[in-house]
């Protein structure tokens, strides 16, 4: 029977094979159930752990695990662990823990320290862009002869560079071509560029030009200014005095500056700034405040000579001589300064950042890379470029690449002893295409990432069981401790307070009758300290 390639009905075609394990020791029997010496350790090592070589802190926990465990029983005779509520709770945990057995964290969190040591670091950049012509972003896709044209246009102008004109005569060459802008773009951070051009200008070094770099917007030739060390960010207050019209003469921006001048002047003499913002500040939304506004770093979008003015402020209470900007002209106050926020504060907000962007698969890749060792992963090129030439002709989510792609039967990767064609692929890229690439080749590439991701998932998924010997272990810890929560709460925890202690002692005394216990201190005595 032809194999069904949906990856979210994967584990239901796989079978795992079952391992014989060799019988552990038993270090203790509870009401008939087994307590495995793998288990004992386990929980042991829980907490401050138990010091083995300590004679009463091992009678001690034996006594409170052997105690825990006939609770758990007497909650099972109870049938509470047949409830669907207790099944959804741990069914809940099983999914959470799961989850962290799916990731690297090692090998995210190197990741996470990579990106983190990019904002130490700030270029400043110039930038000519070729962008797609209008009527392709029109048609939402875009295919390699689409692209032609405008790559040896900007290689055509990368060579002019070469061979002698600046960077920036070049771009002033392109003033009337509505196809291609030419910008100081500034000061550059991360997350603010498509993933491939970001990487491409963290690789550069002052001076250095770059041969056109394609991206889901068309093609870029990036200049890199300097390179300088992250200041941090400030936080000043300002007074705006705006230009009178959007198009101001040359009579009314001197007019505008001199009215800017003239409350400089009053600042310098000592006139409280805040109250100043308030009388005369055009912001009327921050003059309430004084003047004041949300720290800012470089490369945040603040219009550049405020920035650029903002951080030239050495001290506390400094304050600037009017700022020309393209609304008026500005007086600042710096107010205070920030350092840059240690890697334990800002990692959070970096992994939403990267989760939320092309950066997603760097986080996966160090699983990836180990599940795809542990599992024999293999890839087949050669069937995958046959894939990409008709990506060349046709948008993978063409009806006429889907019908050809059906018909195509060359094993595509295999995982353990199980293979997937070029046809399970474009069954998988018909229900699950999601990628906002416009350019064909990277459209099909984004889904084959999650193809490939999807296929690794699954695989360890049925594997975690056999292979991790604390899934289960943490499962089984989950299991007695919802069960010993909800008996608890049942027969202590809901009646009074001063009745509590007295409800445990005969509680504890009922499990001891009721239930028969046997202790193998043979083997517990044989533990080394954990």
């Not at 270090?27 to 008939?32: D, K």
């Not at 002893?417 to 990277?442: E, G, P």
Request: aromatic share 12%; net charge negative.
């Amino acid at each position: 029977m032809k194999k069904i390639c949906l990856l979210f009905a994967l584990v239901g075609l796989m079978t795992a094979v079952e391992s014989k394990e060799k019988k552990e020791p038993v270090v203790m029997t509870v009401a008939g159930k087994e307590v495995p010496l793998s288990e004992f350790v386990f929980m042991a090592k829980q907490g401050n752990g138990v010091d083995f070589k300590n004679k009463e802190s091992v009678k001690e926990f034996v006594e409170l695990y052997k105690i825990m465990k006939l609770k758990v029983v007497d909650a099972e005779a109870l049938t509470i662990h047949q409830a669907p509520k207790f099944s959804a709770e741990l069914e809940k945990l099983g999914l959470q823990l799961q989850a962290s057995f799916l990731i690297d964290k090692s090998g995210q969190e190197e990741v996470l320290r990579a990106m983190y040591e990019r904002t130490k670091i700030i270029p400043e950049i110039k930038h000519i862009y070729f962008r797609y012509p209008q009527e392709l972003y029109q048609q939402a896709y875009i295919l390699t002869h689409d692209t032609v044209a405008l790559y040896e246009k900007a290689l055509a102008v990368w060579q002019r560079i070469q061979n002698g004109e600046s960077f920036e005569e070049a771009g002033d060459s392109f003033t009337n071509d509505d196809d291609v802008l030419y910008f100081e773009l500034g000061y550059v951070m991360p997350f603010q560029f498509p993933k491939k051009l970001e990487d491409y200008i963290y690789t550069m070094n002052p001076g250095d030009i770059s041969k056109p770099i394609r991206s889901r917007h068309g093609f870029h030739l990036i200049k890199v200014d300097r390179i300088m060390p992250n200041p941090g960010k400030v936080q000043i207050a300002h007074i705006l005095t705006e230009y009178p019209s959007k198009e101001p003469s040359d009579d009314e921006i001197e007019e505008t500056r001199r009215k800017s001048e003239a409350i400089y002047q009053k600042a310098l003499t000592g006139e409280d700034f805040t109250e100043l913002a308030k009388a005369f500040s055009d912001d009327t939304i921050n003059a309430r405040k004084g003047g004041l506004i949300p720290e800012f770093g470089l490369g945040m979008n603040v219009i550049s000579s405020i920035e650029k003015a903002a951080f030239a402020l050495e001290n506390m209470g400094d304050i600037s001589k009017p700022v020309q900007s393209s609304i008026g002209f500005h007086v600042l106050k710096l107010i205070g300064r920030k350092q840059e926020s240690p890697f334990e504060e800002v990692a959070g907000s970096i992994y939403e950042s990267m989760v939320h962007t092309d950066y997603l698969f760097d986080l996966y890749h160090s699983f990836e890379e180990k599940t795809k060792e542990r599992h024999g992963f293999v890839f087949y090129a050669g069937a995958y470029e046959e894939l990409k030439r008709m990506a060349d002709e046709k948008f993978p989510i063409d009806t006429n690449f889907i019908n050809r792609g059906m018909q195509m039967e060359k094993n595509l990767v295999r995982c353990d002893t199980f293979d997937w064609t070029q046809a399970d692929f474009i069954r998988y890229l018909q229900i699950k295409h999601r990628s906002a690439q416009m350019y064909s080749l990277d459209f099909m590439q984004d889904v084959f990432n999650d193809f490939v991701h999807e296929i690794l998932t699954e695989m360890e998924k049925r594997s975690i069981e056999k292979d991790y010997p604390e899934f289960n272990l943490t499962m089984q810890s989950y299991y007695d401790g919802t069960l010993l929560f909800e008996i608890s709460n049942k027969r202590i925890w809901s009646r009074p307070p001063e009745e509590q202690e007295q409800l445990e002692a005969e509680w504890v005394r009922e499990l001891n009758e009721k239930y028969p216990v046997t202790i193998n201190w043979k083997v517990i005595k044989k533990i080394k300290n954990v």
